[in-house]
């Protein structure tokens, strides 16, 4: 468990986990007014929130099964990427994949947000990489 500042600028609960064994906190819209979505727009919510996160981890937010599921919401780029060192406000980008047009409301949750460990890779140049059973096999090349 770690422990990190978050500054909460929405009228909207902080991220919190939903039971014991979530790994993602809902993460809620913060708007002056609800925003609409027609079918295959995307757009770009606010949150109201700021995180610190040490480095070595980031957050990634990911789509709600249930947005997804019931309103055709997902996130185009997910899992999106928070880095340690960004300290601007957490936003989220929203597409509309169903034929509907989707509203969204100040205080609905839109994402989750998984915080993870990661680790800093320091690349070794070389001429050639070990070989595997797979090698260079990929797009199906297990039988997919």
Not at 39 to 66: D, K, M, N, W
Not at 102 to 110: D, N, P, V, Y
């Amino acid at each position: 468990m770690i422990s990190t500042k978050i500054i909460n600028k929405s009228n909207n609960p902080l991220p919190h986990y939903a039971t014991i064994g979530s790994a993602g906190m809902d993460v809620y819209a913060f708007l002056e007014q609800p925003i609409e979505i027609a079918p295959f727009e995307r757009v770009l919510i606010p949150t109201g929130l700021y995180i610190e996160l040490p480095i070595g981890y980031e957050a990634q937010l990911r789509a709600r099964s249930g947005i997804a599921l019931k309103k055709g919401l997902i996130l185009p780029n997910a899992p999106a990427t928070i880095d340690s060192d960004y300290r601007g406000e957490i936003k989220v980008i929203l597409a509309n994949i169903s034929n509907q047009k989707q509203t969204i409301a100040s205080g609905e949750r839109i994402a989750q947000m998984v915080v993870a460990r990661h680790e800093i890779v320091t690349w070794q140049v070389g001429d050639e990489l070990s070989s595997t059973t797979r090698d260079s096999g990929g797009f199906g090349s297990t039988g997919i």
